[in-house]
């Protein structure tokens, strides 16, 4: 800050962020659609749209004046998919809350751009939350170029399984890696040679075999 760079931080819905997000008027939520969805990790959906809002507010309010930092609390919520009670429903059943706290200037980015912009985080710290479930789980190890040639056997393995679920469709075509080789690389299947013609047999009503042929298909083309 003392630099002049701004600042945009996810905060942990603490107490003093509840209590800010009850206070923000029902007037002052602002619908927002995106044009790629966002997976949302705690209830394993895409988002495709949601409301916005946000709420001046000061960030180390427990340490002394010069230390604290004015800014602003910028809320995403989106509707609750399983209310805990439908009948008489609170703020915080109805509706899931994700706050970031930023210092941007709103003239610089007013609440819709600014929650986009934060978004745009998100999309990088997905693709490194994928590539550790995957190849990135085996680093760092001690030799620096060791290190650097599998990275980019991480990526090329990153960029042919994320084809492999487009060419997939359906279920696959925004999957993480991990989905799609527990449920189309891993197969549980038995390679049998019959007539000079190799035939690999799936279980029967197997849940994936769709997504399996569109593929198969995409990838093996008949001659």
């Known amino acids: ?19 800010a997000i009850a206070g923000i008027d029902e007037k002052a939520w ?4 995106y044009p790629q969805a966002i997976f949302d990790e705690d209830t394993g959906t895409w988002i495709s ?3 916005v809002a946000e709420v001046p507010f000061t960030a180390f309010t427990s340490r002394k004046k010069t230390e604290r930092v004015p800014g602003r609390l910028v809320v995403r919520r989106i509707p609750e998919l399983n209310p805990q009670d439908t009948d008489q429903p609170t703020l915080f059943d109805t509706h899931r809350f994700h706050a970031f706290f930023t210092t941007t200037d709103p003239e610089v980015l007013d ?6 912009t934060h978004r745009g985080h998100a999309v990088i710290e997905q ?11 085996h680093l760092p190890s001690g030799h620096f170029g060791a ?3 599998w990275l980019v056997c991480a990526v090329m ?13 359906g279920e696959f075509a925004r999957a993480r890696t991990g989905t799609i080789r527990a449920r189309l690389v891993n197969l549980p299947a038995r390679i049998a040679s019959s007539a000079r013609r190799i035939r690999i047999r799936l279980p029967q009503a197997w849940p994936w075999q769709q997504g399996f042929e569109r593929l198969f298909t995409a990838v093996h083309p008949p001659p």
């Open 30 to 33: 602002t619908g927002i659609r």
């Open 157 to 169: 393995a990153y960029n042919l399984t994320r084809t492999a679920g487009t060419l997939a469709a």
């Open 1 to 19: 800050l003392t630099a002049g760079a701004e600042v945009s931080v996810t905060v942990k819905m603490d107490k003093a962020v509840k209590a």
């Open 111 to 116: 609440t819709v751009t600014a929650d986009q």
């Open 147 to 149: 290190n650097g040639a």
């Open 49 to 51: 749209k949601a409301e």
């Open 127 to 137: 693709v490194n939350a994928d590539l550790k479930d995957s190849a990135l789980a």
